[in-house]
C-alpha cells in the first residue's frame, strides 16, 4: 500500500508483468512496421515511461517525437484539443503512431486523431498502454494495446494523481474509502 497526497492506493501490476506486456505489443509492431520506419508520437506527460521501454524493445528504425496537448477538461462542447507541445515533423505521407498512456472514454484520442490525419499522414495508429474498455464511449479503434484493465482510477508507471505518482515502476489503483 502507498499514500499519494490525501489517497491510499494498492499494489496491482508488477513491473515484471507491466514489462512482458511491453514486450508483446513490441512483438506486434515489429512485425507489422518491420523496414518501415514510422513516426512514433509519444504523448506527454503520462506515456513517458512506457514510450521509453516500448521503443527500446523495437527492431525497426521509428523517428520518435514528444507533443503535449491541453487536458480535455471543459473543451467538451467543442472536442477540440489544443496543442502545448507540436510535432515539427513533416508527416506527410509518413506512417504515425500515437504513444498513450491510457484510453478510457476514448475522447482524447478520438479528438486528437484528426490533427495528425490532417498534416497527411499515409496512416495513423494508436499505441496505447493501457485501455479501460468498460469506459469506451468514443467510436475509436485502439489499434495496438498492451494492457486492458477494469475501471478504476490507477497510478504509476508514468500515470499521476494530482501531478504525483509517475515514478512508480508499478501500477497502483486507488483503494476507495
Ligand atoms: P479519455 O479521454 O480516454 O477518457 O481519457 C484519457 C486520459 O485520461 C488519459 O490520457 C489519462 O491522462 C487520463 N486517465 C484516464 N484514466 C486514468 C486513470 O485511471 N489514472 C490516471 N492517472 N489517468 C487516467
Redesign the pocket.
Known sequence: MIKILDRNFELSYSNELIQEKVKQVAARLNEDYAGKNPVMVC?LN?AFMFAADLVRELTFQPEILFAKFS??EGMQSTGVLRELIGVNANLQARDVIIV???????????NLLPQFINKGAKSVKICSFLQ?PE?LT?PLKVDYCAMEIPN????GYG???NGM?RNYKDIYTVVED
Open positions: 504523448i503520462g487536458s480535455y498513450e498512456d491510457i484510453v478510457d472514454t476514448g475522447n482524447t484520442m478520438y479501460k469506459c468514443a478504476a482510477f490507477i497510478v500515470l499521476d494523481y505518482g
